[in-house]
Nanobody, 111 residues
Framework: QVQLVESGGGLVQPGGSLRLSCTGSETLFRMGWYRQAPGKQRELVATMTSTFSTNYADSVKGRFTISRDNAKRMVYLQMNSLKPEDTAVYYC????????WGKGTLVTVSS
């Protein structure tokens, strides 16, 4: 069973930055991040394939950057210029024939 474990969430002021990390028990073809805000559906944030092709939600383009280290089985999300609407539980995502999810880490953007 593939396991994904997130870290790096927390409370940050608007305009601030946070970096999320996710460690996988194995390297997956596609890894990335989704988020779910209170009362909303889970949505794509960003994903990256093992060949470093990326996909970003329009709402985070230019502010968030996804990266990964295949040797370490890790994927990262650098989040800059954070806004209150970025507040959500962020889930690490992986896909290799099926989808895998971490348990999530809470990011709160508030003054």
């Amino acid at each position: 069973q593939v396991q994904l474990v997130e870290s790096g969430g927390g409370l940050v002021q608007p305009g601030g930055s946070l970096r999320l990390s996710c460690t996988g028990s194995e390297t997956l073809f596609r890894m990335g991040w989704y988020r779910q805000a209170p009362g909303k559906q889970r949505e794509l944030v960003a994903t990256m394939t093992s060949t470093f092709s990326t996909n970003y939600a329009d709402s985070v383009k230019g502010r968030f950057t996804i990266s990964r280290d295949n040797a370490k089985r890790m994927v990262y999300l650098q989040m800059n210029s954070l806004k209150p609407e970025d507040t959500a539980v962020y889930y690490c995502y992986g896909r290799q024939s099926m989808d895998y999810w971490g348990k999530g880490t809470l990011v709160t953007v508030s003054s």
